[in-house]
């Protein structure tokens, strides 16, 4: 056997602070960790693509990995979102990581919320931008920091935080870009399919389409497939068909997926009913006390502070005894001291289930 040892202490470091992590099947539980929001994938809202399809691209998108189909969804997708163009990602990581290494260039200046989402931080690393973090949605620390800012500047933020629930504050956002000429990137995908009548997103819900830079929306949640989409304009369509790193070098994804995707976008518009029964479980899961540390969220993301990486196991094993998948969230994915329960609720969810936990976290 291959001597690999020294893996071994990182891994003993993780189980001393209780933050190991391992897979798990979910075995039946009542669903309220997945992100497939409107139930697309629970209720088979997608059928399996036709058999004639292609299973494989056979290579990237500038090679033999391009055709007609991903074409014509691009151009459904930017008309769908109200953009000029669209090019798409095999996933939201490789995304964020095409879009923030290649446009910020040596010498500009990144800011990003400090709770930005993992693939948002690594693009960054990747830039040769000088980066720089301010303090969660606070527009005071943005404006100072932006002050000192140098050549090209970026905003990066998410219209909703995965591991938090609320939204960006993004009117004001708007206002700071245009005031400092900078140019703004927002990440929707927690907002697809659920922000706005037709899911469209945070930025078409307030009709800000026109003064965002780029726009990052996936289709792993509530689109309940695959892959990830950056709205922009022409320009930046070219420009990261030429530099974007995980676009060039990567198998674009084959006719099925790309068939999936094109279908989840003639569903989720019209899913006005699952978005409606959504917001009564939120009011539901709001509006009730209980002994824990609730964050205010208006999205199915609900949050329920427990400190500790031990205790919040704990409370979440007892929610499992009582078959609710719900899932622990521990440092240091989340700053320590604020682990976290994150509570998933779905338009297939129903009052009862909801009435089970939180009687359990009374």
Do not use: W
Not at 101 to 115: E, H, W
């Amino acid at each position: 056997m291959y001597q690999d040892d020294f893996l071994q202490k990182k891994l003993n470091e993780r189980k001393e602070n209780h933050s190991f992590r391992s897979l798990r099947l979910s075995n039946g539980k009542i669903d309220f960790c997945s992100n497939d929001y409107l139930g697309i994938v629970t209720n088979s809202r997608l059928q399996t693509p036709n058999s004639r399809l292609q299973s494989g691209s056979t290579g990237s998108r500038l090679l033999a990995g391009n055709y007609p189909l991903i074409e014509e969804l691009e151009k459904q997708i930017a008309a769908f979102h109200q953009s000029e163009a669209a090019l798409i990602f095999n996933s939201g990581y490789d995304a964020n990581i095409g879009l923030l290494s290649a446009v910020p260039q040596k010498g500009d200046t990144i800011l990003y919320d400090q709770l930005c989402h993992a693939s948002i931080r690594d693009g960054i690393r990747l830039s040769f931008a000088n980066s720089f973090s301010f303090a969660h949605n606070d527009l005071t620390d943005l404006k100072k920091k932006i002050t000192n800012a140098n050549g090209t500047i970026f905003i990066v933020t998410e219209s909703v935080f995965s591991m938090d629930g609320d939204f960006c504050p993004l009117a004001e956002l708007v206002a700071i870009a245009e005031k400092q000429k900078a140019h703004l990137i927002i990440d929707e995908a927690h907002a697809t399919g659920i922000i706005g009548e037709q899911g469209e997103g945070l930025v078409q819900h307030l009709q800000l389409q026109d003064k965002i830079f780029a726009r990052i929306h996936t289709f792993g949640k509530a689109c309940g497939c695959h892959g990830a989409v950056v709205l922009g304009s022409d320009l930046l369509r070219d420009y990261l068909i030429n530099f974007a790193r995980s676009l060039v070098f990567s198998t674009s994804l084959p006719e099925h997926s790309v068939a999936m995707i094109k279908e989840s976008y003639e569903i989720f518009p019209k899913m006005n009913e699952a978005r409606a029964n959504l917001q009564k479980l939120i009011h539901q899961f709001q509006s009730t006390p209980i002994r824990f540390e609730k964050l205010p969220s208006a999205t199915p993301i609900q949050i329920v502070i427990i400190p500790g990486n031990e205790e919040v196991k704990k409370v979440a094993a007892a929610l499992q005894a009582h078959n609710l998948d719900v899932r622990a969230i521990l440092y240091p994915t989340v700053p320590k001291g604020r682990e976290r329960l994150r509570i998933v609720l779905h338009a297939f969810n129903v009052a009862d289930d909801i009435i089970g936990i939180l009687n359990l976290l009374k």
